[in-house]
C-alpha cells in the first residue's frame, strides 16, 4: 500500500494506492489563499499541516488496516511557494505562493545581475518563482530576511514536519530559479545573487528515491508501520506526469487546474527562456520535462461563473456549451490573464479583458468566450513548445476542467491535436505521489508508471479549427495592442 498526498492551492489531496493500481481509497481538505494586497498571494504553512491531520485522520478512521499495511509516502506540491523558517525551524511569515505576482522589479534586478541566469536555469526570471520572492523579503522585510536560516518550498515544508528532516527533490527545485537544472544541483551564483548559501537549502533527491522517514510518533498517531519510507516526491506538473504514466519522451498533457499547463517529457534538458517556457527536471533520474504555464485556467472559468451569476462552473461551461457556430462566431474574445501571464509574455501586471462586446451579447456568449480565452492562452503556451521527433498528435487531459466533455471538445478542436481523459485523471498529483513512493521501494518504471486506461477521447475537427484560427489571430493582437 503506498499514499500520495499532494498539497494544492485549494486542496490537499491523499490517495491509498495498492501495489495493482487500484486506488483504495481518497481524502480531501479544502484550503484557502489570503491576498492582503494587489498581486500578493499567500497562505498560512500552519493551514497546511491542519489539512494534512484531517486527511490522515480520515484515512485512519475509514480504512486503518490499509494504513497499518503502508509500504511508502510520496509528497507532490504546489511548485516555487517560499517558506521561510528561522534555525529553530519556526514560520516567519506567511509562505508566498506561486501565483504571487509582487517581486517584478525583483526579476529585472536578478536578470541584470546574473546574465547567465537563463543558461543556468533554463528558464526566464519570473515572479512565480522562488528566487526572486526572496529578494523582495531581503529588500522590503529585511529582518525576516535576517532571520531567515532556510527556505522550504510548500511540500518540503510538510516533510520537515513529518520526518525532522529538510529535503526536496529535482523537479521542484528546478522551479526556484536557483538550481541548475542541466547539472541537478544548486547554483551557488543564483544564490549568491538573492544573498543564500548552500546552507540555507535542504539536501536534494531525485523524486523516487527514499529521501527519509515518517518520525516514531506520527507513525504510532495514524497506526502506520514503522519507519515508513518517504519518496523524494515532485513538483505538481510532474508528479501529474507520472501519475498518468507519461513519463517517457514526447508524452504529455494539458492540466485544466487554477492555472493551465501544457507539459511535454523530455530525455534531455530543451530550454527555451526566450518564449517564457518553462525547462525543468522531471522526477525520474535523467529526465527532463518542458511546461508552458497559464496563471488562470479553471480559476477563470470559476471566476466568470461568480460574476456572471453560474451556479457553479459546470453550469458555466453547459451554458457556453448550447451556442451554435454562428453565435460562437459573434461572441467577444476574451483575454484569460487575471492573475498576469507567464507563457509566452512573462508579464505580472497583463490583465484580462472581453474585447467586441455588443449589447446582442447574454451571459452565455460570456460564458463561450472565456472558456475559448483559456483555450487560447494554452495553444499559445502549446506553441513554445520545442518540436518533438516524432511530432505530437496525442496529449492527456488532467486537472478539475477535464470533467467537461464539450470543454475537451473545444481544446481539442483549438489545438489540432487528440485529447484523452484517462481513468482517475482528475488525481494525477496524488496518483504520481503514490507512484514515487512505489518506486521508491525498488520497483521499475515500465511497472509503476502505466497509462491508466483512456475513458474518453476527443479528435480535432478541422472544420471546426479552421474557423477557431481566425479568431485567434484576432486574439493573438490583441494582446500586443492593449499593452501599448
Not at 529553530?88 to 522589479?105: F, Q, T
Not at 540555507?200 to 497506526?223: D, Y
Not at 517556457?277 to 511546461?291: D, G, I, K, Q, S
Amino acid at each position: 500500500m503506498f499514499l500520495g498526498l499532494d498539497l494544492g492551492t485549494s486542496e490537499l489531496k491523499a490517495l491509498l494506492l495498492s501495489d495493482r493500481h487500484q486506488v483504495i481509497a481518497t481524502a480531501r481538505a479544502p484550503l484557502t489563499v489570503q491576498r492582503p494586497q494587489p498581486l500578493w498571494s499567500e497562505q498560512d504553512p500552519a493551514d497546511w499541516w491542519k489539512a494534512l491531520e484531517s486527511v490522515m485522520d480520515q484515512l485512519h478512521a475509514s480504512h486503518p488496516q490499509a494504513l497499518a499495511q503502508l509500504r511508502g509516502i510520496g509528497l507532490s506540491g504546489q511548485m516555487h511557494g517560499a517558506t521561510l523558517l528561522d534555525r529553530e525551524d519556526r514560520v516567519l511569515r506567511p509562505a508566498i505562493l506561486w501565483n504571487d505576482g509582487r517581486s517584478g522589479p525583483q526579476c529585472e534586478r536578478l536578470t541584470r545581475d546574473v546574465p547567465q541566469l537563463s543558461a543556468i536555469t533554463g528558464n526566464l526570471a519570473m515572479p512565480g518563482f522562488t528566487a526572486p520572492k526572496l529578494q523582495w523579503v531581503r529588500e522590503h522585510e529585511p529582518e525576516v530576511f535576517a532571520r531567515t536560516a532556510r527556505v522550504l518550498l510548500p511540500k518540503d515544508w510538510l516533510r520537515l514536519i513529518l520526518t525532522g528532516e529538510a529535503i526536496s527533490d529535482m523537479s521542484d527545485a528546478a522551479g526556484t530559479l536557483w538550481l541548475d537544472v542541466g547539472k541537478r544541483d544548486w547554483s551557488d551564483r543564483m544564490l549568491a545573487a538573492t544573498g543564500l548559501t548552500r546552507a540555507h537549502m535542504p539536501r536534494l533527491v531525485e523524486g523516487s528515491a527514499v529521501s527519509t522517514f515518517v518520525t516514531p510518533g506520527l507513525c504510532a498517531r495514524w497506526g502506520l508501520p514503522a519507519d515508513v519510507p518517504v519518496a523524494g516526491g515532485a513538483g505538481d506538473n510532474a508528479a501529474s506526469a507520472v501519475g498518468m504514466g507519461l513519463v517517457r519522451p514526447g508524452e504529455g498533457f494539458v492540466s485544466l487546474g487554477t492555472s493551465g499547463v501544457v507539459f511535454v517529457s523530455g530525455a534531455a534538458f530543451q530550454p527555451n527562456p526566450q518564449q517564457a517556457l518553462h525547462a525543468f527536471c522531471h522526477a525520474l533520474p535523467e529526465r527532463w520535462h518542458v511546461m508552458s504555464v497559464m496563471l488562470s485556467a479553471a480559476s477563470a472559468v470559476s471566476w466568470a461563473a461568480r460574476n456572471l451569476g453560474f451556479e457553479n462552473e459546470a453550469a458555466l461551461l453547459a451554458a457556453a456549451s448550447t451556442l451554435d457556430a454562428s453565435a460562437q462566431d459573434r461572441a467577444p474574445l476574451f483575454l484569460p490573464y487575471l492573475s498576469g501571464e507567464r507563457s509566452p509574455h512573462n508579464n505580472p501586471l497583463a490583465t484580462g479583458a472581453w474585447i467586441g462586446l455588443r449589447a446582442e451579447h447574454g451571459r452565455e456568449q460570456l460564458a463561450y468566450a472565456v472558456a475559448e480565452g483559456v483555450g487560447f492562452g494554452l495553444l499559445d503556451g502549446l506553441r513554445t513548445i520545442p518540436p518533438q521527433d516524432p511530432p505530437l498528435h496525442t496529449l492527456s487531459l488532467v486537472g478539475g476542467g477535464s470533467r467537461s466533455a464539450w470543454w475537451a471538445q473545444l481544446l481539442a478542436d483549438i489545438f489540432g491535436l487528440t485529447l484523452t481523459v484517462h481513468q482517475d485523471s482528475e488525481t494525477g498529483g496524488a496518483m504520481g505521489a503514490a507512484r514515487l513512493a512505489w518506486l521508491a521501494t525498488g520497483a521499475s518504471v515500465d511497472t509503476v508508471c502505466v497509462t491508466p486506461p483512456v475513458r474518453q477521447s476527443f479528435a480535432a475537427d478541422a472544420a471546426r479549427g479552421a474557423r477557431l484560427a481566425l479568431r485567434h489571430a484576432r486574439f493573438r493582437d490583441l494582446y500586443p495592442a492593449l499593452q501599448a
